[in-house]
């Protein structure tokens, strides 16, 4: 099995197996397009608000209809869920993003970070959405992956 090399710092050169780079690589590809998301979301929320709040000022039946957008937007029974969601997501993404890149440069803390943001995300989803087959059986799956390269990392 091909291995790829490192240097630590210390002068001597460590391994990073090839199963581990590219388990990493994935996890910054997926890191990377649910960044995208999650702006295009937050975009896109805010867009709407915005639209709503345009059309709140107007008289007649399009200020009814922008003051009841809004209205819902706001004061929704899911809106402040949505926006904890959206909140969290991000933030969950990017500690997992900084948990891979820690277990690039072979650092241990980075596989705990990792876990710890994976399970927070897949509680988050169950909490919103309902249990997801696939939005838990991935990241179970990359746990458990990144898990079996434990041996590697310092």
């Known amino acids: 099995m091909e291995e790829t090399t490192q240097s ?5 050169a460590a391994k990073r197996p090839v199963f581990l780079t590219v388990l990493c690589i994935l996890s910054f590809v997926a890191a990377g ?12 929320m805010g867009a709407v608000t915005a ?25 929704g029974p899911s809106a402040g869920l949505t926006w904890a969601y959206i909140v969290v997501g991000f933030l969950t993404m990017l500690v997992s993003l900084f948990g891979v890149i820690k277990m690039w440069k ?9 876990v710890g943001a994976s399970v927070v995300s897949m509680i988050m989803g169950i909490i919103y ?3 997801g087959v696939m939005a838990v059986i991935f990241p ?6 990144y898990g079996l390269n434990l041996k590697h990392l310092k």
Request: without cysteine.
């Open 8 to 12: 630590n710092g210390g002068g001597e």
């Open 33 to 44: 397009f649910a960044a995208i998301g999650y702006i295009a979301v937050i975009t896109l």
């Open 51 to 75: 639209g709503a709040s345009a059309l709140e000022g107007m008289s007649g039946e399009a200020g009814e209809a922008g003051a009841a957008i809004s209205n819902a937007i706001s004061t």
């Open 106 to 114: 072979l650092q241990k803390v980075g596989y705990f970070l990792y």
């Open 129 to 131: 959405s309902g249990f």
């Open 140 to 145: 179970i799956l990359f746990i458990v992956l």
